[in-house]
């Protein structure tokens, strides 16, 4: 959010510090800073606020107010000290509210007004800002906005329809598919979970609730009569639908980031008497509809915890000094204080909550640096031991590891809240999603220049009681699997496992050359260890980028003497195939006489692009050539 330095500055009578100073004040006590820019002979701060913070601090009152606390001057003018009201006058305006996203609507009447340019201090104020100034009606509701935080629109009243001589406002859910054309010309079309701003008459929508108005009432030059809004609309809908229209507005920003309520009929009086002071006109109604009470539930903390907490050795007397800079409504009792969070204050709710308040701006810096006590010897997580056991064991027999979902399609335990419709079910084995990233991992195999696919998972399976942690094994030599060949090298990993572990385990879910057991139901078998294992120092490893592109496969099968080096066929191969054959591999070979047959897979893939197949039989045409001139006899 940007802030304007001599905006700020407004609201103190004494001087408050220069935008360097201020810069590095709210850095260590507050919010990020993004940019400092001068602008003319203003200054404009960029601030980070964060989304706990957001409520309140969006707005040059809650910066002017947080920059009070830190530096200890106090702001002179801040116009809701007196909260100024309106008497209603209900016989011009009525409000109907029809969805529950809305708690308060208020709308006012002005009449006589003149459409213009803005006065040359509010355009200074809003282009510092990187706003565009648009007429005085527009951009008095915009500088209220950055000024106090609550998102205001005007519409022009002669644009709407009336009935007995009463303007009617309504704000509903939209109807499914419902479209509106905003002020900016842009077509949007709405779903039953988004609100709109209606013309009760009509029932027709003149804005996008909280977000955007809408073209039919735009207020433009001709304007003589205006209807003002101030509302406060629920965060969770504001959210859905910008994301889902994929317009995000300064009004949005807030309401997402949930303004009290109480803003909303606190900033209606203070625009209506900024528009008649530059655009002149007069008040001829007011109405509203919903609520705007703020009730905030006391927050107790001890000094005590307070230090516990920030491990700090603070008095009463500081906390107290701190909780009065705030201006917080209080209690203390011995070193248990009961604070009231003032209206605007929405995020304070635990005592965690005031204790955050207090070390920010007590100083983060004057909490010590103190390392942790560890224990000399760590207590050992026995599952963990053992499952890095089983890892190397696995490794060292040319097992690769994987990591899998725990959610599935279907399966036993069903998910209250799903993530997603294909993630309803807790898995309650892990054989299921082994037998899917062999699958997924076959076509790759060429690529990888593996003739066996060995994989294996340590994992975490429910049932509707409990859960357990389990390893899965599997094997698949071929496309399909062989059940002989596969079932060997099963068993073969099975028998290394328990000789780890030094004893036998019970198997289960075996089938299609995968099988898995529980690790939990043998940890009781197994020896407690004392301490971890030394860690040995490995080696250094490379990596290099993977392609994302499919990879295409060619065979090729010649004759040469049997005194010939397969490493100088390989060496032949792949430079003559070029840089686009990144493996080449020796997949059969046999002895007829005095000659051996060779049988190799080239796999061509590229970095940047999908590769053509013809560009591939191009390659593989030189290959031929190389052969042949090699004095090899094609098969």
Known sequence: MKISHNWLQTFFDQ????????????????????????????????????????????????????????????????????????SPVLDKININLKTANCDYYASALINGITVGPSPAWLVERITALGQRSINNVVDATNYI???????????????????????????????????????????????????????????????????????????????????????????????????????RTDASVRFEN??????????????????????????????????????????????AKINSVLGLNLTNEIV???????????????DNFTVTPPWERDDL????DLIEEVGRIYGMEHVASIKPKLEKVSKVNVRQYYAEKIRRTLIDLGFSEVFTSSFRSKDKVKIKNALASDKGYLRSRLHDNIIEAITKNIPHRDLLGLTTIKIFEIGTVFDEESESFQLALGV?????????????????????????????????????????????????????????????????????????????????AFWVSSDTESAKVVSLLSETAGNLCVRVTLFDTFMKEDKTSLAF???????????????????????????AKAGWEGR
Do not use: C
């Open 145 to 247: 906005m950055f000024e106090l935080g609550q998102p205001l629109h005007a519409f022009d009243a002669d644009k709407l329809a009336t009935e007995n001589n009463q303007y009617k406002i309504g704000v509903r859910n939209a109807n499914e598919d419902e479209e509106i054309i905003t002020l900016t010309g842009e077509n949007f079309k709405l779903s039953s979970a988004d609100m709109v701003v209606v013309d009760a008459v009509t029932d027709s929508p003149i804005a996008i609730a909280g977000i955007k108005g809408g073209q039919r009432a735009t207020v433009d030059l001709n304007t003589k009569n205006i209807l003002l809004e101030s509302a406060h609309f629920e965060r969770k809908t504001i959210r859905h639908t910008a994301k889902n229209i994929k317009l």
């Open 476 to 556: 698949r030599t071929g496309t399909t699997y062989k059940a002989k060949v596969d079932d060997e090298l099963l068993k073969t990993a099975q028998h290394e496992i328990e000789n780890t572990l030094g004893l036998n385990i019970t198997w289960f879910n075996t089938d299609e050359g995968v099988s898995e057991f529980s690790l939990d139901d043998i940890l009781s078998k197994l020896p407690m260890p004392l301490q971890y294992d030394e860690v040995v120092k490995t080696a250094t490893i490379n990596y290099q980028p993977f392609s994302i592109y499919p990879s295409i496969s060619r065979d090729i």
């Open 15 to 86: 001087q408050i510090p220069n935008p360097a100073e201020l810069e590095d004040l709210l850095t260590f006590h507050s919010s990020e800073i993004e940019e400092v820019v001068k602008v003319g002979n203003d200054t404009v701060i960029d601030v980070k606020v964060l989304p706990d913070k957001s409520a309140w601090l969006m707005s040059h009152r809650g910066m002017a107010k947080e920059i009070s606390v830190i530096t200890g001057i106090p702001m002179a003018h801040d116009i809701f000290k007196t909260k100024p009201v309106l």
């Open 601 to 627: 897979r080239l796999v061509f893939q590229s970095k940047e692009r999908t590769l053509d197949g013809s560009e591939v039989d191009s390659l593989m045409t030189k290959v031929y050539d190389a052969v």
């Open 258 to 303: 949930g303004i009290s309520v109480g803003l909303a009929p606190l900033s209606l009086p203070v625009v209506l008497e900024l528009i008649i002071k530059i655009a002149g006109g007069e008040l001829i109604g007011y109405g509203k509809a919903g609520l705007a009470e703020v009730k905030r539930d006391n927050v107790a903390v001890t000094t």
């Open 349 to 352: 709710f635990l005592a965690e």
């Open 320 to 334: 107290l000094s701190i909780l009065k800079k705030f201006d917080y409504s209080y209690k203390l009792e011995g």
